[in-house]
Nanobody, 123 residues
Framework: QVQLVESGGGLVQAGGSLRLSCAAS????????MGWFRQAPGKEREFVGA????????YYADSVKGRFTISRDNAKNTVYLQMNSLKPEDTAVYYC????????????????WGKGTLVTVSS
């Protein structure tokens, strides 16, 4: 039983940076792999990246490798998405998600979703 709340979205110029946060409730946060998805206007939701329960392993979509970094602080029940070198095509609603493994997240097998936070990147 986990509830997820995203924050940190906003408007940024191309080439800029944003840091998203996902705060989780519940007692079992450290047992879950955590991930980020995004959905642009008129498009399907897509996988962005994921991190293992201990934070030792990460996985990223090719479109964000080298630009985005996922981290987590289990003591704070929080996962982060640091986004650098942002592009207009990164514009989307970003969603936090929890699952029982990175591969499940990568394949969209998600137990819990946040409600999302909007990121808009201007040209």
């Amino acid at each position: 039983q986990v509830q997820l709340v995203e924050s940190g979205g906003g408007l940024v110029q191309a080439g800029g940076s944003l840091r998203l946060s996902c705060a989780a409730s519940g007692r079992t946060f450290s047992s879950y792999a955590m991930g980020w998805f995004r959905q642009a206007p008129g498009k399907e939701r897509e996988f962005v990246g994921a991190i293992s329960p201990s934070g030792g392993n990460t996985y990223y979509a090719d479109s964000v490798k080298g630009r985005f970094t996922i981290s987590r602080d289990n003591a704070k029940n929080t996962v982060y998405l640091q986004m650098n070198s942002l592009k207009p095509e990164d514009t989307a609603v970003y969603y936090c998600a929890a699952a029982t493994g990175i591969e499940r997240l990568r394949n969209g097998v998600v137990y819990y979703w946040g409600k999302g936070t909007l990121v808009t990147v201007s040209s």
